[in-house]
């Protein structure tokens, strides 16, 4: 049974361009979280979302970040105009319910030059 | 607003010895779930053991187990007969029981060092 799976696993963007973050859920799962983890930091939630609708996304930054999770695919974070301050690694979890345990995928990390 | 607090920022243990880890929380809800996450030097986030706050027995996962307090707000966690492999970033986190939500709320996060 494959985990969660994230791609790409590293991703380098210049100032100003677009970053966009795949996220497939373990099968059976229909609850997605993104976090975000800055150098040195611990996670910080962004968004959760369940197929097709956003339900918390309190954690996410107003401008230039979107969260999707369409009926079909992988759940997409976007962040547009990118700017050094987004360098991290971006951490998505799903989970079976919203009870059930998150298991986490292995991150994408950021790097804004 | 519900908070994590893990006090230690690096922690040291001899291979085979026993350590712990603190974490402390606030909130003021009574129904809740408390989480070790381990992160490696691969990053990836790998979920060590989870109590949920009604039960009074502490969880236990082969070396890994918890020290539950809930008046007291602490959830440590113990690790018995420490590997090499143990040696991690661990981070306690929280997450209601109750409501639309289901974040999770990291600490800071405890670099444990393993010594051969």
């Known amino acids: 049974n494959a985990g969660v799976m994230q791609n790409p696993r590293h991703l380098v963007r210049r100032r100003g361009q677009e970053a966009r973050l795949r996220c497939s859920p373990m099968k059976g799962h229909s609850h997605v979280y993104w976090y975000r983890q800055l150098p040195e930091e611990g996670l910080k939630f962004m968004v959760y979302l369940q197929k097709e609708n956003i339900i918390d996304e309190s954690g996410m930054p107003k401008e230039r970040f979107s969260a999707e999770f369409p009926k079909e695919g992988p759940s997409i974070l976007r962040i547009q105009q990118v700017v050094r301050g987004d360098s991290a690694a971006y951490f998505c979890a799903s989970s079976q319910s919203a009870r059930e345990t998150q298991y986490f995928g292995p991150g994408t990390r950021l790097l804004v030059l | ?116």
């Open chain 2, 1 to 116: 607003a519900q908070t994590v607090t893990q006090s230690q920022p690096e922690m040291s243990v001899q291979e085979a010895e026993t350590v712990t880890l603190s974490c402390t929380y606030d909130t003021s809800e009574s129904d809740y779930y408390l989480f070790w996450y381990k992160q490696p030097p691969s990053r990836q986030m790998i979920l060590v053991i989870r109590q949920e706050a009604y039960k009074q027995q502490n969880a236990t996962e082969n070396r890994f187990s918890v020290n539950f307090q809930k008046a007291a707000k602490s959830f440590s966690l113990k690790i018995s007969d420490s590997q090499l492999g143990d040696a991690a970033m661990y981070f306690c986190a929280y997450r209601s029981a109750g409501g639309a939500t289901n974040k999770l709320i990291f600490g800071t996060g405890t670099l444990l060092a393993v010594q051969p």
